[in-house]
C-alpha cells in the first residue's frame, strides 16, 4: 500500500446559538492517519464570545481526539486513524453566530 498525503478541510457558518459541526471522512476502501487538525473561525482573534471545539471520532458524543478552548485558532497534533464509517466530527459551540469555522485535516491515506 503506498501512502498518499491527506488535506482535507470542511466547514460550516455558525447558527444563531454560535453552533456548528463538520463532519469527514475517507472514501470507500480508504482509510486515514490523521496526524494534525487545525480549526478557526473567521471572527477576530480577540472576539468574543472565544468558541470551543471538540473533534469526535464516529460522531458527536462520540470518541474524543481533540478539543480547545480556543475553537477560534487552534492545531491537535497526534495521531488518529480514520475508517470510512468511523468519520471525524468537529463541533463548534458558544462562538460568534455568523462566523465560518473551517477545520483541516492533515495526515496521509492509504487504499484498505
Known sequence: MTAQVLDASGYVVLD??????????P????TWTVTAINVR???APTE??????VVYLGGVGGQIVAQTWMGNQSTASGSTLV??????VVEWRNGVPG???T???YGTMTMR
Open 16 to 25: 444563531a446559538a454560535g453552533y456548528g459541526v463538520v463532519s469527514l471522512a
Open 27 to 30: 472514501e470507500s476502501f480508504r
Open 41 to 43: 473561525t473567521s471572527q
Open 48 to 53: 468574543v464570545p472565544v468558541p470551543q471545539c
Open 83 to 88: 475508517q470510512p464509517s468511523q468519520p471525524l
Open 99 to 101: 462566523s465560518t469555522a
Open 103 to 105: 477545520v483541516w485535516l
